[in-house]
């Protein structure tokens, strides 16, 4: 079933909000162009992400390290073609955030030459000041915790966070502390899924996950792994939507229809 008609309510972070508070789950996935963002979008994508996942997915880099803010700029501006409904969500690159002045400025540049309607950081000590800057200056912001793919060379692998018990108390306060400096979303990524159950409860914000389990709010995966073409081997969280699909728009219909009715994931998609 397709969404797409002629006064198409756009998504913003209200809206989500109003998900969250009636308990609809959101859908969502990443795109890097707009042929594939008008697919997501009228298959009822809730938000777009433009993922520095670009850079393993589609530029074919071992890391999202690599990938500059006039890369992520020249994706979002492809995906803002493509949408008329979904919220389109950047990714702030590797060291574009690190100071104020520079994140900023960043993400100024994301809104304004890319069309991004929400920024994305990754989570570390310094970003409560991020959050509460981009906040002043009107910038929606997603925090992503869990799993930070740009600090992969610091955690060795990209594996689960959050299962030791001073680790989990940690992200329970830290997802409490980004919404106090204003963040709209949380994201979490590779959590228990005991844990992102709690984080979610305690947040007024909507929770996305992708691989912390079915009691988030809405579900992000990476378009390339449901489409199975994604370089190597798929992680254990995500799911071949094109198994048992006839077409590229059946796979991502089956995804957003999945998540809707809480049919997807289900718990050998997540973690204990
Ligand atoms: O870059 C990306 O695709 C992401 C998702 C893994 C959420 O951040």
């Known amino acids: 079933m397709s969404v797409h008609a002629a006064n198409v309510k756009k ?16 859908a969502s996935l990443t795109a890097y162009d707009a042929a594939f963002a008008r697919v997501l979008d009228r298959a ?3 938000f777009i992400l433009v993922g520095d996942s670009v850079g393993m997915v589609v530029q074919g880099q ?7 803010v006039d890369d992520i700029i020249y994706h ?10 979904a919220l389109i969500m950047a990714d702030m690159p590797f060291m574009s955030y690190h100071s104020p002045a ?4 960043n993400a100024a540049r994301l809104m304004k ?10 989570w570390g000590a310094l970003q409560l000041d991020m959050v509460s800057r981009l906040t002043e200056c009107g910038i929606p912001v997603c925090a992503h915790l869990g799993l930070t793919p740009q600090a992969i060379h ?17 992200m329970i306060d830290d997802a409490r502390a980004l919404e106090a400096a204003g963040a709209d979303l949380l994201l979490l990524e590779c959590v228990p899924m005991e844990l992102a159950a709690t984080i979610t409860r305690n947040a007024t914000v909507p929770v996305i996950g992708i691989g912390a389990g079915p009691s988030v709010d809405g579900q992000i995966l990476v378009l390339y792994d449901i489409l199975d073409i994604a370089p190597g081997k798929r992680t254990r969280f995500s799911k071949n939507y094109m198994a ?11 995804f957003v229809q999945e998540v809707k009715a809480s049919r997807f994931p289900t718990a050998e998609f997540g973690f204990a």
């Open 11 to 26: 998504v913003t972070t209200q809206t989500l909000r109003q998900l969250k508070r009636e308990g609809e789950k959101i």
């Open 44 to 46: 009822g994508c809730d």
């Open 62 to 68: 071992a890391t999202t390290i690599p990938v500059t």
């Open 76 to 85: 979002t501006q492809l995906v803002a073609r493509g949408v008329e409904r």
């Open 102 to 105: 520079e994140c900023l400025h």
């Open 113 to 122: 030459e890319g069309g991004a309607e929400v920024v994305k950081l990754e």
């Open 154 to 170: 610091k955690i060795g692998a990209y594996r689960v966070q959050g299962r030791e018990h001073d680790t989990a108390l940690k």
């Open 244 to 254: 048992g699909a006839n077409s590229i728009h059946e796979a991502i219909e089956a």
